[in-house]
């Protein structure tokens, strides 16, 4: 079955430091892979995608993440983060079927 | 203005009393998915329905019922709810099969004692 694995529990960084998040996933085939944001006491809302492509994906807020399929890595990266950039982040994956499956997330904290 | 709405938002209950939370969207999607969310575990989806009539199992189903007899609708039953069943819930709906965009509500916080 697939999985979806974030290794980084809890990032603490200052500002304009830059960010890579890990993600990585176990399935094998044609695969859909995002990333999503939760901000404190909000819902889900989506970073970027990778469906098929330019490996190297941008997303909003500065975002960007790289599809590296030997690796089976989607890490999340931003080359200056903002006090506002903290948050709790997901990566997530869905791959032939319709069921979408989410990380354990990543939470960022971003000191002044 | 195109949503996604649950409720309660909030809920304390005890073990063993049935409870209902509603998921209604207004966007004539045909995706519908309920997810919780735990620290340290993220979100893990319940269930999921692709259209009227039609659900599935997602990866966390054990204590939870589904309906979806209205496309508008999707209902997390919690039958003989118990303390570990306590967390936040998420419904979500898609147009499609990619949940691109997945629109979410704004979240149930259940507490089971």
């Known amino acids: 079955a697939q999985s979806v694995s974030q290794h980084n529990h809890h990032v603490i960084l200052s500002e304009a430091a830059s960010l890579e998040l890990g993600c990585n996933y176990s399935y094998g085939g044609t695969v859909n892979l995002f990333w999503y944001v939760q901000y404190p006491g909000q819902h889900l809302q989506l970073l970027l995608k990778?469906?098929?492509?330019?490996?190297l994906v941008k997303g909003i807020k500065g975002f960007e993440a790289e599809f590296i399929k030997s690796k089976f890595s989607f890490n999340l990266r931003k080359p200056s983060v903002q006090w506002s950039d903290t948050a709790e982040y997901f990566c997530?994956?869905?791959?032939?079927?319709?069921?979408?499956?989410f990380g354990t997330g990543t939470r960022l904290q971003v000191f002044p | 203005e195109a949503q996604v709405t649950q409720n309660p938002r909030y809920l304390i209950t005890v073990t063993g009393k049935k409870l209902t939370v509603t998921c209604s969207q207004n966007m004539n999607h045909e995706y519908m998915s309920w997810y919780r969310q735990d620290p340290g575990l993220g979100l893990r989806q319940i269930y999921y329905?692709?259209?009227?009539?039609?659900?599935d199992k997602g990866d966390v189903p054990e204590g939870y019922k589904v309906s979806r007899k209205e496309k508008r609708n999707f209902p997390l039953i919690l039958e003989s709810p118990s303390p570990n069943q306590t967390s936040l819930y998420f419904c979500a709906s898609s147009s499609n099969r990619d949940w691109q965009p997945q629109h979410f509500g704004d979240g149930t916080r259940l507490s089971i004692l």
């Open positions: 990778y469906f098929s492509g330019d490996p």
């Open positions: 997530a994956g869905r791959d032939g079927t319709d069921k979408l499956i």
């Open positions: 329905s692709m259209n009227v009539e039609v659900t």
